[in-house]
Every structure is written in C-alpha cells, then in structure tokens.
C-alpha cells in the first residue's frame, strides 16, 4: 500500500476557527483568510502575534507556513515546534500534521513510534487525516505489527468522515480482501463514494469495475462516462477509455461523454 506525500489539509485549518473564543476568531479568520489568497506575508504578519500568545489554531497555521515554506523560508525545525506547541494543547490537526513530520523524518528522525502516538490522538479526536494515517500504519506495519483487519477499522471511520482517500484506499481493501473477505459489491460503494468526491483514481477503478462487471452489471457506458472523468488525474484513463469505446457504437460513446460533461461532484 502506497503513502501518499506529505501535507497539511488547511481545511481542517479553517474549521478550528470555528470553535476559538470571540475575541479571537477576528484576526484568526483574517489570518486564515489572507492564507487562503495566498498573502502569506500578511498571514505571517497576523498569525505570529496569535501564536506567541498560545493560540493554538494560529499554532498550527505557522507550523504549516514553515512546513510549505510559504511567508517564511521553509524549515521543518520551526514546523516542528509550532507544531508541537499547538499538538500539546489537544488541536488534532496540529497533532496530525505533528505525526506526519515523524512518520515522514521531516525536521526530526523518522520514529514510526512517534508518529503513532500522535496519529492516535488525532484520531481518538475523529480528525479523519489521521484516522486514514493510522489505518496505512496498520496496513503496511509501521510503528505496528501489521493489522488489516485493524487497517480497515481505522480506514472505515475516515472514509465515514468522508476522507476521499480513506475511501478509495477501503474500495482496494475489499477488492483484494485485505482485512476483509473480498467483497467487488462494496468495493464499488467505496469507490463510487470516492470517486462522486472527484477523486480521480477512484473513478479509474470504477470504471474498470463497470467494464469487467464486478460487483455491478457490465456497462461499457458508464465505464467509458468514469474513464472520461478520470482522464485529467489518471494517465492510465485514457488508454482504458479507448480500449472500451472500441467496443461501443458511435451513439453510445455519445451519451457517455454527454454524462461526464453534465456530472458534478458531490
């Protein structure tokens, strides 16, 4: 199972705003805001203030600057310690970011023990970041003997919190039976929830689905309207869309690119 990169989810970011005291929210909004169109030196300049005073949402908003080197040079040592500093006070998405730089060895020796620990904590907190993390702990035995059953726990309280990945990653789990006995039926739920999210590798997979028929009836139609949506994330997309149009007629290759220009995301 393959980890994906590094990085911080600013959107959890902006939901702590909505929980900080009154009189804080103001500047804190402004700073995530500033972030948010990318005037990092104003961000910089109205979060450190919140962040030496121990807010710990603009904590972790400095933590993040330094991680992506956005305002400031990049410094994974600073990251760290605002991080951590936010990570201390019970903020799960500092708390996973934190694990993240442990699990990855950025700004600190890679400890697989470390990063568990604070992936826990985010989690037991229902941060979804970090229950998708410690599900790919579990998965590939890191920090952990390795656990699918326990992977897939972890996975499936993520992918119902709506983590795209999680999802995705639970649609492989029971198409190959990892954790679970193989199961193609909910592997299409898996990875239709993922893919009407717009994830690209989701909606490959479920085209593959819909052309070979499994767990679903065979649909070249809706295999090739996946393929379409897939292709601008997916290189091999576009070599499977034109495998499965050469055994459609012109009308229906028609519809199946009439659906994906009028689907929309959830």
Do not use: C
């Not at 679903?216 to 897939?230: E, G, H, I, R, S």
């Amino acid at each position: 199972m393959v980890r994906k990169p590094f990085t911080a989810r600013l959107v959890a970011l902006v939901l702590t705003v909505l929980v900080v005291a009154p009189a804080v929210a103001g500047p804190l909004e402004d700073t995530v805001a500033a972030y948010g169109r990318g005037d990092y030196a104003t961000a910089l300049r109205l979060g450190r203030p919140l962040a030496e005073q121990g807010n710990a949402s603009a904590q972790a908003m400095l933590g993040l600057m330094y991680a992506l080197g956005r305002g400031v040079p990049q410094d994974f040592a600073a990251a760290l310690t605002w991080y951590r500093k936010a990570a201390d006070k019970g903020l799960p998405s500092a708390q996973s970011d934190l694990a993240s730089m442990y699990d990855q060895g950025f700004g600190v020796k890679q400890d697989y023990a470390a990063a568990l620990t604070w992936y826990r904590k985010a989690a037991d907190q229902g941060f979804a970041g970090a229950e998708y993390n410690l599900g790919l702990m579990y998965a590939n035995g890191k920090g952990v003997p390795k656990d699918a059953p326990a992977a897939v726990t972890w996975l499936r309280k993520a992918a119902d919190h709506g983590d795209a990945t999680a999802q995705f990653t639970l649609g492989d789990m029971y198409g190959n039976g990892e954790g679970v006995p193989q199961d193609f039926t909910a592997a299409v739920s898996w990875y239709r929830a993922a893919a009407e999210r717009g994830y690209a590798d989701a909606q490959y997979n479920l085209g593959l689905m819909y052309r070979n028929g499994k767990g679903v009836p065979q649909d070249y139609v809706t295999a090739d309207m996946w393929f379409n949506l897939a292709a601008t994330g997916n290189q091999d997309a576009l070599q499977d869309r034109e495998l499965v149009e050469r055994l459609m007629t012109a009308a229906q290759i028609a519809d199946a690119q009439k659906l994906a220009r009028d689907w929309k995301p959830n």
